[in-house]
């Protein structure tokens, strides 16, 4: 059985043929092609696989498809704009949180949304936010610096 999905992705509008049953992750990298998104453990737990859904964080292994339609779904190939990287993806390269780099799209789009609601967040409020986002290489002071020096980047360029 196959539905024809309608939603926006990545600020454009996108039409699908799916089984309504299958999980957004699986028609992201499978059908459409964007492998940014990545499948951890496929229950949810590592948060590799997140995506945002009308700006939340969601674990797109756990989400169906048909969930999103007529929704928005940003994924991190959605966040750089032509060649010029987002303040966040920029910050976790400057601040050396990419080691393997399997976890990071999840950590930066849950970061862009933290940041999104909250431009001044304390370390507890992103430790908090990150809960959950598991990083195998164990490089979450990275992670947290990353995420410190986008926010003060991101208040450093509003003032500008």
Known sequence: ???????????????????????????????????????????????????????????????????????????????????????VQRAFI???AMQCGYCVPGMILNTVALLRENDSPTRAEIIEALDGNLCRCCGYGNILRAVELAAKSGKEAATR
Not at 30 to 51: I, P
Not at 64 to 86: F, K, N, P
């Open 1 to 87: 059985m196959t539905a024809t999905l309608e939603f926006t992705l990545n600020g454009k509008a996108r039409q699908v043929e799916a089984d309504p049953r299958r999980n957004l992750l699986e028609v992201l990298r499978e059908d459409l092609g964007l492998t940014g998104a990545k499948y951890g453990c496929g229950e949810g737990q590592c948060r590799s696989c997140m995506v945002l859904l009308d700006g939340r964080p969601i674990q797109s292994c756990l989400t169906r498809i048909d969930a999103v339609a007529g929704h928005r779904v940003e994924t991190i190939e959605g966040l750089v704009d032509g060649e010029r990287l987002h303040p």
């Open 94 to 96: 400057e601040a050396g």
